[in-house]
């Protein structure tokens, strides 16, 4: 068998291959964020030529690559810090620690799923942390700085797509928000933001917002205050360089909450945005169960979550069409999730 551990770095992925004995087998190779697809076509290539099973293997804090690996196919499993050496505040521990903790016991790894995605049999963790967060995210709401929905007499609503950029999904979803008359708020994570600067300010020229989703992904339950204020505060530069400014909204990987990351959220100037409709086009459906969610759950108010970036996108690019003709024979008028925050913090 053989075990590819797939790094995250400053500037994109460090994969290494090692078999069963721990040699490797062959030399490690880097990939920039902007080549996720080519890096998934590769491991699924080499696992085919060599004839032997291949397992994938990727850390809690890289929510970035899992979406197309498991789509392609691929055995993945994730690494948790218990499992671990100790990481560096930024970045993750080296692909050959992945792969070589990935010989010495693939059963001690969690295997992960598309419906489950990178939280994967993580969900006491996640809802121990909301538990835990009840009080700061109450503060945060108190004061206007966190909201799920904007108010409900205005029919006004808005629309997010989160993960991105992406150089394909981004462009289409893009083209079909031109085509409606559409505005929307793209969560962009920095690692494809600092990959694809040009992407993020095509959604800027066509007039659309955007907000902080992180620089990798992370499960955030996994992270010190540190590290969280440093996926942040490295997102927003990656913003400033592309765009020259910075967002005011932020979204949580997964919806998780902790205490440490709403301490760091209360000490600086980010709003927090959840949603009330999820599309679960991230769940691959299929785009007739995606349109369907999304036109029989909004209301108004409502902040749909939907994805253009982070795995296999297609289902949610092709229910997109219909999603939007739904939305706009209800009359709903689409603004940006800073313009809904604004709304929910004076009503």
């Not at 759950?297 to 939007?324: C, F, K, N, T, Y």
Request: glycine residues 10%.
């Amino acid at each position: 068998m053989q075990y590819a551990g797939i790094a995250w770095t400053a500037d994109g992925y460090e994969v290494e291959i090692v078999d069963d004995t721990g040699e490797r087998v062959q030399a490690p190779t880097r990939w920039g964020a902007e080549r996720v697809t080519e890096l998934t076509d590769w491991l699924e290539r080499t696992g085919r030529e060599s004839g032997e099973p291949l397992a994938v293997v990727v850390e809690s804090t890289n929510g970035l690559v899992d979406g197309l690996l498991t789509a392609a196919g691929l055995d993945v499993h994730r690494a948790d810090p218990w499992v671990l050496p100790e990481r560096p505040d930024f970045g993750s521990v080296p692909a050959r620690s992945l792969a070589d903790r990935a010989r010495r016991g693939l059963a001690a790894l969690s295997p992960l799923t598309a419906e489950g995605g990178g939280q994967t049999g993580r969900d006491d963790d996640y809802h121990d942390g909301i538990r835990r967060s009840a009080g700061a995210e109450a503060e945060l709401t108190r004061t206007g700085r966190c909201f799920r929905h904007g108010p409900r007499d205005r029919r006004e609503i808005a629309l997010t797509f989160d993960d991105g950029p992406d150089p394909a999904h981004t462009r289409e979803v893009l083209d079909l928000l031109a085509r409606y008359g559409v505005h929307a708020t793209f969560f962009c994570v920095g690692l494809h933001v600092n990959a694809l600067p040009d992407e993020v300010r095509r959604i800027v020229d066509a007039g659309h917002s955007l907000g902080n989703h992180t620089w990798s992904h992370p499960f955030l339950p996994d992270l010190t205050a540190r590290q969280f204020r440093l996926q942040i505060d490295r997102t927003a530069d990656a913003f400033d360089r592309a765009v020259g400014s910075v967002p005011t909204v932020f979204r949580p990987p997964y919806g998780c909450r902790t205490p440490e990351m709403l301490s760091e959220l209360l000490a600086g100037g980010l709003t927090l945005a959840l949603w009330d409709v999820d599309s679960w086009d991230w769940a691959g459906p299929g785009p007739e169960k995606i349109t369907r969610t999304v036109l029989d759950h909004v209301r108004p108010g409502s902040m749909i979550l939907m994805h253009d970036g982070g795995g296999d996108r297609r289902q949610g690019v092709e229910a997109l069409p219909a999603v939007l003709e739904g939305l706009l024979e209800q009359d709903y008028r689409f603004v940006s999730a800073d313009t809904l925050a604004s709304r929910a913090a004076t009503h």
